[in-house]
């Protein structure tokens, strides 16, 4: 995946519609949890068998991506308008969680940082 002409489009996109004019950081914020709201509502009284089989549904494979895409294009202004460098932060944060889940204490296990011995 090429993010950076996935930035480059949505950002052309936006400032096309002047919706850069109108933005802010606390209706991104906003926007970023509602979009990601409807991308959990998918999945909603799904087990892990039912929600592995809507991705074989082309109609409802079309949902999960244009949600998902939504937050990733919500991030992505969200990130401009804040001025962070996405590829930046990201592998700083990486970097943290490496520190906190060592790999001899969190390979194969989903306890939290704070449960390990």
């Keep these: 995946m090429d993010l950076r002409k996935v930035k480059q489009e949505t950002l052309k996109m936006r400032a096309e519609r002047e919706w850069d004019k109108l933005d802010n950081l606390k209706d991104l914020a906003e926007s970023l949890v509602i979009e990601s709201s409807e991308l959990m509502e998918l999945f909603l009284w799904k087990n892990e068998n039912e929600s592995m089989q809507m991705l074989k549904d082309s109609e409802k494979r079309e ?16 990130a401009d308008l804040a001025e962070i460098e996405l590829e930046k932060a990201a592998l700083k944060k990486i970097k943290k969680i490496e520190e906190k889940y060592p790999l001899h204490k969190a390979k194969g296990n989903n306890k939290k940082y704070t449960e390990f011995e």
């Design 63 to 78: 949902r999960i991506e244009d949600e998902l895409s939504d937050v990733l294009l919500n991030i992505i202004c969200f």
